[in-house]
Nanobody, 127 residues
Framework: QVQLVQSGGGLVQSGASLRVSCEAS????????MGWFRQVPGKAREFVGA????????HYADSVKGRFTISRDNAKATVFLQMNSLKPEDTAVYYC????????????????????WGQGTQVTVSS
């Protein structure tokens, strides 16, 4: 069992940067593959990116590639979503998620693949 607690986010102007953190607690929290998703009202949750348990593999949605970076500090059991060059269309509630992976290099793209979720963090980008 792992608990995910998110922090960061907020309101910024277009072009600004923001970082959201996701701290995991519980048994072997650093052994989980992690993902980030976002959701706007009335729409399905959207994949943003994912990182392997080892931290050596990551993947991003086309809409954020080159602007967002996921990293992890396993010593602190924390995963970070660094968001640069933010756009108004990035406005959403952002969720981190965790899954026990098949291998240390495995990453997952589907919402249904993840077992644990953070509480969500609002990110609002004004034009």
């Amino acid at each position: 069992q792992v608990q995910l607690v998110q922090s960061g986010g907020g309101l910024v102007q277009s072009g600004a940067s923001l970082r959201v953190s996701c701290e995991a607690s519980g048994r072997a929290s650093s052994a989980y593959a992690m993902g980030w998703f976002r959701q706007v009202p009335g729409k399905a949750r959207e994949f943003v990116g994912a990182i392997s348990a080892s931290g050596g593999v990551s993947h991003y949605a086309d809409s954020v590639k080159g602007r967002f970076t996921i990293s992890r500090d396993n010593a602190k059991a924390t995963v970070f979503l660094q968001m640069n060059s933010l756009k108004p269309e990035d406005t959403a509630v952002y969720y981190c998620s965790a899954k026990v992976p098949l291998t240390g290099g495995s990453i997952y793209f589907r919402e249904s693949a993840y077992d644990y979720w953070g509480q969500g963090t609002q990110v609002t980008v004004s034009s």
